[in-house]
């Protein structure tokens, strides 16, 4: 379990790390936390000619909180996102569903933005970033775009940038008014990436009545999946809306694998169920914030 | 005797060093050696047509690659069968590489020695083998109907038929009121040691010598296999257990294939070679165990007494039989537990499969034997409508029936007889701490808040402390320091603090002065090793018999500088004293020194001993004929045969039927080692077994597919429990010394892991109402479960379950 050989640059400026990108060709990989990457590279699964490793560019470890949403950085650790409150006061789904990232030490070193990057459908945050209609800002020598969520993820562990091309920020919209979230994922053991997880955003019109209920899933596709599960519950007062229902709307969208861990019918009692607790959750803040 | 620090809880001295990164485990030595890597079989049953080198050689750094063609003189010899037995009548073993079929997905073929791992690594990758695959045996079903075998001469692949019977079975079944039968099977988990195995070598040209580092349990046994493989003589061989980072088992087993080929690249190469196991290499060439298909058939009266028992079980043994037919043993004799069975057969069929070799793992067959026999306890109460306690409690072998001779072997081949127990006194405590009784009311309070609350309960005995013998030394040095050394290893059980509890405890010692050092040949050659919960009772007697020499001849010297009679004096706090005469005393120091009369007077203590230093008895030589310089002595104890541990669990599971996700509510264990030398430290080594009952039961399981491919060999799919998956552990004990041994002990090592999956199972059923028959269970079986067809069950009292039912 030793990598094979690989070349190792530290630029100190995005313009840099680009260069490197391009002159290295297809062999280069970004470098952030390392959390993800390495063990491939120990296992032998990934072999890269050379590792650019971002964690000397100076600026990406920057988490800024706006009316409109939270911009994280690409070198902004998990741990610092939990721990921010002013990112979770505009989006309180970022600290809920970090807290279910992986253990402390992991979530110290690993980033955010690179487990976007990774695009791993077992990921907290590819599902966060898609509940919340959220996009990453891409950096190439062509310059800088913005890409929404839906037009990144094209498969597991697989995004649309190619070529020289490094994140290097995820911009997470704001939670709107009326609104609530919920995150709840199911793990073997505590800390494990999630058998099934689910995060959840609830709107209500001025009468507490639901206008909006939406679920992002992790671990049930091959890419985050957004469903609206509005129809279920749609003008239904907030106090006795019919969660179940929206669980069970839910159970027959998703279209899950099964695996060692969980079998598919297992996966789709789990996403009834977490949708079910969620939505009921979210609905209570969302009535909170809705004086 | 001072019984000072006998029975005290003791911190573990070791732990401060071990916590803090000043282990030297395997790989901490010789970072200047040479590094080991494995090309390993891909296949789990394949024939090795060639073997393409030339990629690698062109690797810089590269300095040698093996096949099984470099193998010479008895390393080209199959290994060794460690645990020859008569009913092994086909025993086989692996060579140390592939000669010809590659047995199972890890069977190493290819060496490769560089000046690292990385550069070894990269030529191993750079190795072509063409194979022919054949087809391929996994799990004990495909084993019995033979359809293919594993070896080519064992046509039916079974290696042992093991036999075991106390009476008639057929004819007591006959007679007995009511019987039934069922089939259910145990999995396959493994020892995962923190600390994966590792072997470093040292040759030394000029001195024609070798030492080695290994991560083992027994280090004296490894010297032997090494010398009788290179053709050394054994004085020429030393072998160290550095510190080691568990071993549960997997490490007793030997010569591993890497401890023998490590040695003899360093003696080719003329230079320090090291291997250090990865976690998949871990996963796919070391053992693994447990997994079996138990036939159970029972006979019982009225009131749940059982009448007769016989079961026959199908013992998946993995590819090879090197450490023979001791996990079977276990099975056919712990099985009955602490239960009084007129009549009881057991059938024992080990059978060959394409898949890593099955060795003890802590435990080692008796989790699988208690879970036949629970899950029988089970049925019967279900079936007589009696509380599953109460069947139990019938069925106990009463104190006065000891010593109870069952009329069996026990795995060392000696009579399978308890020794001593109290197993109504035990069940009795298990019911208070996990408040049996009154259970109803806690169901009741889930189910309000809709969780399924299931309780279950598992006794079981343990044979542990099997001989044939072990050895210490123990010395007092001029210094004052006591070295306290054993032959038998040690992987992290406390060894260090428990031997010196010992001896200070003998001696009259501060603790302090104490050092331990275990598992060096260099120190102590004579040992057999650390396995079957031995080390306490056999050691641990051992090094009590040592110290009581050194302080039988130190009483002497001192009574001759005292004019005192030995009878008389007294060591406390390391300073000998006619007792009851303050002011007549020498420190035991002093005496150690006297004790070796010098010429030199190499330091200020040794002055003392010199020739000139005070008058001397002239009439007599200054060692007395008979007598030896120093103050040291050696002694061994041999028991005559195991002592018999016991222990209850109870455990109380909630499921929430929302996503039958299993939390452990509360695990009670009454544990009974007799004589108890470190509270602390059985409580510790209690909570351990437990953590990997747990695991057994909920968490792990190796899942081969029916290529033979382990496809969860990593920490990512293979779920050992974290703490957070581990519940507090409530502990009561109780002793019933064992009257085997002077210091009454019995084993503690294993036996936090045997009843985990017999209660747990028993927990779950009581829960959902549903007939488990197979364990581990996860949620996502459990969920499959639920919904099948599979048989609904009702416990009687402390409350009806079945809530699914
Ligand atoms: C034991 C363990 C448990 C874990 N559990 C979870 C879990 O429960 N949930 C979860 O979501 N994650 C989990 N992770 C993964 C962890 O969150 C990783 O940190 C994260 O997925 C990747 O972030 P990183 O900074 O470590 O990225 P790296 O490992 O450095 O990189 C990962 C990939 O993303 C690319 N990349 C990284 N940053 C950029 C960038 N800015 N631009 C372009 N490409 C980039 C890299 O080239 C690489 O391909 C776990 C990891 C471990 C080791």
């Given at each position: 379990?030793?990598?094979?050989?690989?070349?190792?640059?530290?630029?100190?400026?995005?313009?840099?790390?680009?260069?490197?990108?391009?002159?290295?060709?297809?062999?280069?990989?970004?470098?952030?936390?390392?959390?993800?990457?390495?063990?491939?590279?120990?296992?032998?699964?990934?072999?890269?000619?050379?590792?650019?490793?971002?964690?000397?560019?100076?600026?990406?470890?920057?988490?800024?909180?706006?009316?409109?949403?939270?911009?994280?950085?690409?070198?902004?650790?998990?741990?610092?996102?939990?721990?921010?409150?002013?990112?979770?006061?505009?989006?309180?789904?970022?600290?809920?569903?970090?807290?279910?990232?992986?253990?402390?030490?992991?979530?110290?070193?690993?980033?955010?933005?690179?487990?976007?990057?990774?695009?791993?459908?077992?990921?907290?945050?590819?599902?966060?970033?898609?509940?919340?209609?959220?996009?990453?800002?891409?950096?190439?020598?062509?310059?800088?775009?913005?890409?929404?969520?839906?037009?990144?993820?094209?498969?597991?562990?697989?995004?649309?940038?190619?070529?020289?091309?490094?994140?290097?920020?995820?911009?997470?919209?704001?939670?709107?008014?009326?609104?609530?979230?919920?995150?709840?994922?199911?793990?073997?053991?505590?800390?494990?990436?999630?058998?099934?997880?689910?995060?959840?955003?609830?709107?209500?019109?001025?009468?507490?009545?639901?206008?909006?209920?939406?679920?992002?899933?992790?671990?049930?596709?091959?890419?985050?999946?957004?469903?609206?599960?509005?129809?279920?519950?749609?003008?239904?007062?907030?106090?006795?809306?019919?969660?179940?229902?929206?669980?069970?709307?839910?159970?027959?969208?998703?279209?899950?694998?099964?695996?060692?861990?969980?079998?598919?019918?297992?996966?789709?009692?789990?996403?009834?169920?977490?949708?079910?607790?969620?939505?009921?959750?979210?609905?209570?803040?969302?009535?909170?914030?809705?004086? | 005797m001072t019984t000072k620090f006998f029975g005290e809880p003791v911190r573990r001295r070791e732990d401060a060093r071990l916590i803090i990164g000043q282990g030297r485990y395997l790989?901490d030595i010789?970072?200047?050696?040479?590094?080991?890597?494995?090309?390993?079989?891909?296949?789990?049953?394949?024939?090795?047509?060639?073997?393409?080198?030339?990629?690698?050689?062109?690797?810089?750094?590269?300095?040698?690659?093996?096949?099984?063609?470099?193998?010479?003189?008895?390393?080209?010899?199959?290994?060794?069968?460690?645990?020859?037995?008569?009913?092994?009548?086909?025993?086989?073993?692996?060579?140390?590489?592939?000669?010809?079929?590659?047995?199972?997905?890890?069977?190493?073929?290819?060496?490769?020695?560089?000046?690292?791992?990385?550069?070894?690594?990269?030529?191993?990758?750079?190795?072509?083998?063409?194979?022919?695959?054949?087809?391929?045996?996994?799990?004990?079903?495909?084993?019995?109907?033979?359809?293919?075998?594993?070896?080519?001469?064992?046509?039916?692949?079974?290696?042992?038929?093991?036999?075991?019977?106390?009476?008639?079975?057929?004819?007591?079944?006959?007679?007995?009121?009511?019987?039934?039968?069922?089939?259910?099977?145990?999995?396959?988990?493994?020892?995962?040691?923190?600390e994966?195995?590792?072997?470093?070598?040292?040759?030394?040209?000029?001195?024609?010598?070798?030492?080695?580092y290994?991560s083992?349990q027994?280090s004296?046994?490894?010297?032997?296999?090494?010398?009788?493989?290179?053709?050394?003589?054994?004085?020429?061989?030393?072998?160290i257990a550095p510190d080691v980072g568990g071993g549960?088992?997997?490490?007793?087993?030997?010569?591993?294939?890497?401890?023998?080929?490590?040695?003899?690249?360093?003696?080719?190469?003329?230079?320090?070679?090291?291997?250090?196991?990865?976690?998949?290499?871990?996963?796919?060439?070391?053992?693994?165990?447990?997994?079996?298909?138990?036939?159970?058939?029972?006979?019982?009266?009225?009131?749940?007494?059982?009448?007769?028992?016989?079961?026959?079980?199908?013992?998946?043994?993995?590819?090879?039989?090197?450490?023979?037919?001791?996990?079977?043993?276990?099975?056919?004799?712990?099985?009955?537990?602490?239960?009084?069975?007129?009549?009881?057969?057991?059938?024992?069929?080990?059978?060959?499969?394409?898949?890593?070799?099955?060795?003890?793992?802590?435990?080692?067959?008796?989790?699988?034997?208690?879970?036949?026999?629970?899950?029988?306890?089970?049925?019967?109460?279900?079936?007589?409508?009696?509380?599953?306690?109460?069947?139990?409690?019938?069925?106990?072998?009463?104190?006065?029936?000891?010593?109870?001779?069952?009329?069996?072997?026990?795995?060392?081949?000696?009579?399978?007889?308890?020794?001593?127990?109290?197993?109504?006194?035990?069940?009795?405590?298990?019911?208070?701490?996990?408040?049996?009784?009154?259970?109803?009311?806690?169901?009741?309070?889930?189910?309000?808040?809709?969780?399924?609350?299931?309780?279950?309960?598992?006794?079981?005995?343990?044979?542990?402390?099997?001989?044939?013998?072990e050895g210490a030394h123990v010395q007092v040095l001029g210094s004052g320091k006591v070295l306290v050394s054993t032959g038998l290893t040690s992987q992290g059980q406390g060894h260090e603090t428990v031997f010196a509890q010992l001896a200070a405890a003998e001696l009259g010692v501060p603790l302090e002065d104490v050092v331990v050092t275990t598992g060096d040949t260099r120190r102590f050659g004579?040992a057999?090793?650390t396995?079957?919960s031995r080390a306490a009772v056999v050691s641990g007697n051992a090094v009590a018999l040592a110290a009581r020499g050194v302080k039988e001849k130190a009483l002497r010297i001192a009574a001759e500088v005292l004019?005192a009679?030995p009878?008389d004096l007294e060591i406390d706090e390391g300073l000998v004293q006619v007792k009851g005469t303050p002011g007549a005393s020498i420190p035991l120091r002093t005496v150690a020194v006297l004790s070796n009369?010098l010429?030199?007077a190499f330091d200020e203590a040794a002055r003392q001993a010199?020739?000139?230093?005070?008058?001397?008895?002239?009439?007599?030589?200054?060692?007395?004929?008979?007598?030896a310089p120093g103050l040291e002595h050696t002694d061994y104890y041999?028991?005559?045969?195991?002592?018999?541990?016991?222990?209850?669990?109870?455990?109380?599971?909630?499921?929430?039927?929302?996503?039958?996700?299993?939390?452990?509510?509360?695990?009670?264990?009454?544990?009974?080692c007799g004589t108890i030398i470190n509270p602390m430290i059985v409580e510790g080594q209690v909570h351990g077994?437990?953590?990997?009952?747990?695991?057994?039961?909920?968490?792990?399981?190796?899942?081969?597919?029916?290529?033979?491919?382990?496809?969860?060999?990593?920490?990512?799919?293979?779920?050992?429990?974290?703490?957070?998956?581990?519940?507090?552990?409530?502990?009561?004990h109780?002793s019933?010394?064992?009257?085997?041994n002077e210091l009454g002990i019995?084993g503690a090592g294993?036996?936090?892991?045997?009843?985990?999956?017999?209660?747990?199972?028993?927990?779950?059923?009581?829960?959902?109402?549903?007939?488990?028959?197979?364990?581990?269970?996860?949620?996502?079986?459990?969920?499959?479960?639920?919904?099948?067809?599979?048989?609904?069950?009702?416990?009687?009292?402390?409350?009806?379950?079945?809530?699914?039912?």
């Amino acid at each position: 379990m030793k990598p094979a050989p690989f070349g190792y640059v530290d630029p100190t400026s995005v313009d840099e790390v680009l260069d490197v990108l391009t002159s290295e060709g297809e062999g280069a990989k970004v470098l952030a936390g390392g959390q993800s990457l390495l063990p491939l590279l120990s296992m032998r699964l990934a072999a890269p000619t050379t590792l650019v490793d971002i964690n000397r560019v100076p600026g990406l470890d920057q988490i800024s909180a706006g009316r409109d949403g939270v911009r994280v950085g690409a070198l902004v650790r998990h741990a610092q996102l939990l721990a921010s409150s002013e990112a979770a006061d505009v989006q309180p789904l970022l600290g809920r569903a970090t807290a279910n990232v992986a253990h402390p030490a992991i979530r110290n070193r690993g980033t955010t933005v690179g487990s976007i990057a990774h695009a791993d459908p077992s990921g907290e945050m590819t599902a966060v970033l898609a509940l919340t209609d959220g996009s990453v800002t891409v950096a190439t020598p062509d310059g800088r775009e913005t890409i929404g969520w839906g037009d990144f993820f094209l498969g597991p562990l697989e995004t649309s940038v190619h070529g020289p091309a490094v994140v290097l920020d995820a911009f997470f919209p704001a939670l709107p008014e009326r609104s609530g979230t919920a995150f709840a994922e199911i793990a073997r053991r505590k800390g494990d990436y999630a058998v099934c997880g689910a995060g959840v955003v609830v709107t209500l019109d001025a009468d507490r009545r639901v206008s909006s209920a939406r679920a992002a899933y992790l671990s049930v596709g091959l890419v985050p999946e957004v469903h609206d599960l509005t129809d279920a519950v749609v003008g239904q007062p907030v106090d006795t809306a019919d969660w179940t229902a929206a669980g069970e709307l839910a159970r027959g969208l998703v279209d899950p694998d099964g695996d060692l861990h969980a079998s598919a019918d297992y996966r789709r009692l789990l996403v009834a169920t977490l949708t079910a607790r969620t939505l009921a959750d979210a609905g209570a803040e969302a009535a909170r914030r809705t004086a | 005797m001072t019984t000072k620090f006998f029975g005290e809880p003791v911190r573990r001295r070791e732990d401060a060093r071990l916590i803090i990164g000043q282990g030297r485990y395997l790989d901490d030595i010789g970072s200047g050696a040479y590094a080991a890597a494995f090309v390993r079989s891909p296949y789990a049953h394949a024939r090795v047509l060639d073997i393409d080198v030339s990629a690698a050689m062109d690797v810089e750094g590269l300095l040698a690659i093996y096949t099984y063609e470099d193998l010479t003189g008895p390393l080209a010899e199959p290994l060794p069968v460690l645990i020859p037995h008569p009913q092994l009548t086909a025993p086989r073993t692996g060579y140390p590489l592939v000669k010809d079929v590659a047995q199972h997905v890890g069977e190493p073929i290819v060496m490769v020695v560089a000046t690292d791992r990385y550069i070894a690594e990269d030529a191993a990758g750079l190795i072509e083998i063409s194979y022919e695959e054949l087809p391929v045996v996994v799990g004990v079903d495909a084993a019995e109907a033979a359809e293919h075998t594993v070896h080519d001469d064992v046509p039916d692949n079974i290696a042992a038929r093991h036999h075991q019977e106390t009476g008639d079975v057929e004819a007591a079944l006959a007679a007995s009121a009511h019987t039934f039968s069922f089939t259910q099977y145990f999995e396959r988990s493994a020892s995962m040691p923190m600390e994966g195995k590792g072997v470093h070598a040292r040759w030394d040209d000029a001195d024609s010598s070798l030492r080695v580092y290994s991560s083992t349990q027994a280090s004296t046994s490894v010297r032997a296999a090494i010398a009788a493989k290179l053709e050394l003589s054994m004085e020429k061989v030393e072998v160290i257990a550095p510190d080691v980072g568990g071993g549960f088992g997997v490490k007793i087993v030997h010569p591993w294939p890497e401890e023998l080929l490590v040695p003899m690249a360093a003696r080719r190469l003329g230079h320090e070679v090291k291997w250090t196991e990865d976690r998949r290499e871990h996963f796919i060439s070391s053992a693994h165990e447990r997994q079996q298909r138990q036939e159970i058939t029972v006979g019982y009266d009225d009131d749940g007494r059982i009448t007769a028992l016989d079961v026959l079980v199908w013992h998946d043994n993995g590819a090879y039989t090197p450490y023979g037919i001791i996990v079977p043993i276990n099975t056919a004799t712990q099985l009955c537990g602490p239960y009084d069975i007129p009549v009881y057969r057991a059938r024992v069929n080990s059978v060959y499969t394409n898949t890593v070799i099955v060795t003890p793992y802590r435990g080692a067959g008796r989790p699988q034997g208690t879970f036949a026999m629970e899950r029988t306890m089970d049925r019967i109460a279900q079936e007589r409508g009696i509380d599953r306690a109460l069947v139990r409690e019938r069925n106990l072998i009463q104190p006065d029936q000891f010593p109870y001779d069952w009329g069996l072997t026990f795995q060392d081949g000696r009579p399978l007889i308890y020794d001593s127990g109290d197993y109504p006194a035990m069940m009795a405590k298990l019911k208070v701490l996990v408040d049996w009784d009154g259970f109803a009311a806690r169901r009741a309070e889930a189910e309000a808040r809709g969780k399924l609350l299931g309780i279950g309960m598992a006794p079981y005995v343990e044979g542990t402390g099997p001989g044939p013998y072990e050895g210490a030394h123990v010395q007092v040095l001029g210094s004052g320091k006591v070295l306290v050394s054993t032959g038998l290893t040690s992987q992290g059980q406390g060894h260090e603090t428990v031997f010196a509890q010992l001896a200070a405890a003998e001696l009259g010692v501060p603790l302090e002065d104490v050092v331990v050092t275990t598992g060096d040949t260099r120190r102590f050659g004579y040992a057999v090793g650390t396995f079957a919960s031995r080390a306490a009772v056999v050691s641990g007697n051992a090094v009590a018999l040592a110290a009581r020499g050194v302080k039988e001849k130190a009483l002497r010297i001192a009574a001759e500088v005292l004019e005192a009679d030995p009878a008389d004096l007294e060591i406390d706090e390391g300073l000998v004293q006619v007792k009851g005469t303050p002011g007549a005393s020498i420190p035991l120091r002093t005496v150690a020194v006297l004790s070796n009369p010098l010429r030199y007077a190499f330091d200020e203590a040794a002055r003392q001993a010199t020739q000139f230093s005070g008058p001397g008895d002239d009439s007599k030589p200054p060692v007395a004929v008979g007598d030896a310089p120093g103050l040291e002595h050696t002694d061994y104890y041999s028991p005559l045969r195991s002592t018999f541990a016991s222990g209850a669990h109870a455990v109380v599971v909630e499921i929430d039927p929302a996503t039958w996700e299993i939390a452990i509510e509360q695990y009670a264990v009454v544990h009974d080692c007799g004589t108890i030398i470190n509270p602390m430290i059985v409580e510790g080594q209690v909570h351990g077994g437990v953590a990997q009952g747990v695991g057994g039961a909920l968490y792990e399981r190796m899942a081969y597919d029916r290529d033979g491919q382990l496809t969860n060999a990593s920490f990512m799919d293979f779920l050992m429990p974290y703490s957070s998956e581990v519940p507090d552990v409530d502990i009561d004990h109780q002793s019933t010394p064992s009257p085997l041994n002077e210091l009454g002990i019995k084993g503690a090592g294993e036996a936090g892991v045997i009843p985990g999956s017999a209660a747990i199972a028993s927990a779950i059923e009581d829960a959902v109402g549903r007939r488990i028959a197979a364990m581990p269970i996860s949620p996502t079986e459990l969920y499959d479960l639920v919904r099948s067809d599979a048989e609904r069950v009702t416990n009687s009292s402390p409350h009806d379950s079945g809530a699914m039912a």
